[in-house]
């Protein structure tokens, strides 16, 4: 069976809000109470890449009759794809938040790799609400600070602990 689709680009628009990673933490550490939530978001256009309908059509996933519903999930995929990355890369950047560039590519690498049977025609991303990054980043500094530091109290602790331990021991032994 030899189906027709037509050559379409889809529209997807969305908005991601968040705090950085620990930043609620951060926050609670530093005078001042900073916010270090965030609101950005993107526009994206996409058409299928047309390598890839021989596939989709076998598996019975894309009919001509389902085209539109189908881009719609897709586009909802996008969005998840997009937010669930941001949010749950590890190594985490925030200056990636401040350069729209680093972004687009960012969102670009993520919708590419998940997603290679859509075709990214284009990316815009839209930064609405971001913190203090220098702030952020001096919060986190002074959390591993305080962190080294009770970990050096814990250490004299348990040093301290021992020599009382063996005083007494020394003391036991003499009666």
């Known amino acids: 069976m030899l189906y027709i689709f037509p050559h379409k680009t889809y529209t997807v628009q969305t908005i991601s809000r968040g705090?950085?990673?620990?930043?609620?933490?951060y926050a609670s550490i530093i005078s001042g109470n900073p916010d270090f939530t965030y609101e950005i978001g993107f526009s994206l256009s996409f058409s299928i890449n047309t390598s890839f309908l021989p596939g989709l059509v076998e598996k019975g996933e894309?009919?001509?009759e389902n085209l539109d519903e189908w881009c719609k999930n897709q586009a909802e995929t996008l969005k998840t794809h997009f937010i669930s990355a941001l949010l749950k890369n590890h190594d985490f950047d925030p200056n990636l938040l401040?350069?729209?560039a680093a972004l687009e590519n960012?969102?670009?690498?993520q919708v590419s790799d998940e997603l290679p049977h859509l075709k990214i025609l284009n990316i815009?991303?839209?930064i609405?609400?971001?913190p203090d990054l220098s702030l952020y980043t001096l919060?986190?500094?002074?959390?591993?600070e305080i962190i080294s530091a009770k970990k050096k109290l814990d250490l004299l602790t348990i040093e301290e602990q021992s020599?009382?331990?063996?005083?007494?021991?020394v003391k036991l032994s003499l009666l």
């Not at 960012?106 to 690498?109: G, R």
């Open 19 to 25: 705090t950085l990673p620990s930043g609620e933490y």
């Open 62 to 64: 894309l009919v001509p």
């Open 98 to 100: 401040l350069n729209t």
């Open 106 to 109: 960012f969102i670009l690498k």
């Open 124 to 126: 815009t991303p839209k």
């Open 128 to 130: 609405t609400k971001m």
């Open 139 to 144: 919060a986190k500094q002074y959390n591993l």
């Open 163 to 169: 020599k009382t331990v063996r005083q007494e021991e």
